[in-house]
């Protein structure tokens, strides 16, 4: 009569699909893997009213991960329609998956609200940087690949071995089960070297993290101040757009645009720069489970310094912020406010 989520069995971080650099044609007889990550089985007794959710939870009750069923999802897609993904590529030959075969993308992970028992997998990473479009989030040049079974790369580092909380939330109600993520027990790494990784990878993740989300409220910003006129609204979103500009043309992708103000030559860091120098830098240790080697121990210390560059005159900015809309409210003209 209730949903029900089940209990996972432990999940084991292997690395999935590493057939490089080219699969085998579509018509050789093979075998089919399980779909990569801890598996996450839920049963739902009627068609859910509103949005299910699935979340991955930390020690410390902070989600890891979140997943919707309102997540927004490409469609068409190869894997389900590829007939009409090929006129998408014939029409638009930039497009997400245009530059690979159409029978290598696997089948996109939905959490469903229909009832039933449903299937799902946590890919075992973090929170994505979000994309501005949906079209910008696949995979524009697979490694790995698998025909029919070729996931995505997910823009965000491992999710360390530990023991995490699975919550699903149908119609209000939440219904959890503990998770235990273990290490591919061929990885012979010492644990200090482990520690090490998660730890530079998980302070460059936040770094970037807090870094776009600050990008994210500058640009709604300075598009309120699109709107207001007067001297002293042109120096504050002057301010405002040195760290935050808008995406070049052709350069938003899944990173963003827009990296150092006027281009080549500009010593102004901006808010993209930092976020994509800390993401790049956390990004450069996930491809094995080993010690970082020097080369990436100073990537990480470059781009902590420019968090530490940009992130202050953000502060500064929304200090700013403050008076301006006291100056403005004295004045009783309208104010402007960031996003949450």
């Known amino acids: 009569k209730h949903a029900y989520l089940v209990k996972p069995v432990t999940a084991v971080r292997v690395r999935h699909g590493t057939n490089d650099p080219t699969p085998w044609p579509p018509e050789w007889p093979a075998g089919e893997n399980p779909m990569p990550g801890a598996i996450l089985d839920y049963y739902l007794p009627a068609d859910a009213k509103g949005a299910v959710t699935l979340d991955v939870l930390d020690a410390a009750g902070k989600v890891v991960r979140s997943y919707s069923s309102n997540d927004p999802a490409l469609n068409p897609h190869p894997a389900t329609d590829m007939a009409a993904y090929d006129k998408v590529c014939q029409q638009r030959p930039t497009a997400t998956y245009c530059g690979l075969p159409l029978y290598w993308p696997a089948k996109p992970l939905v959490l469903s609200t229909k009832a039933g028992m449903h299937r799902f997998a946590w890919d075992m990473r973090y929170e994505p940087l979000p994309v501005a479009n949906i079209e910008d989030a696949g995979d524009e040049g697979a490694t790995g690949a698998v025909p029919h079974a070729t996931y995505d790369d997910v823009n965000a580092p491992w999710a360390p071995a530990a023991v995490y909380t699975v919550r699903l939330t149908v119609d209000g109600t939440s219904y959890t089960q503990p998770l235990t993520l273990k290490m591919d027990p061929r990885v012979k790494t010492p644990a200090a070297a482990l520690m090490q990784v998660a730890a530079l990878s998980k302070e460059m993740y936040d770094g970037a993290m807090a870094a776009h989300a600050a990008y994210v409220q500058a640009r ?88 530490a560059a940009v992130m202050p005159k953000w502060s500064a900015v929304k ?19 960031l996003p949450k």
């Open 220 to 307: 709604d910003l300075a598009a309120q101040l699109d709107k207001l006129s007067g001297p002293d609204v042109s120096a504050f979103k002057a301010q405002v757009e040195s760290l935050a500009p808008a995406p070049m043309a052709g350069r938003g992708g899944r990173r963003g645009g827009g990296g150092r103000r006027g281009g080549p030559g500009g010593d102004t860091v901006t808010l993209v720069a930092a976020s994509s120098a800390m993401m790049g830098a956390a990004m450069g240790m996930q491809g094995a489970d080993v010690a970082p080697t020097d080369r990436q121990v100073a990537a990480c210390a470059s781009a902590r310094k420019l968090g």
């Open 319 to 337: 200090t700013r912020l403050a008076a301006f809309n006291a100056k403005r409210r004295a004045a009783g003209q309208p104010e402007v406010t």
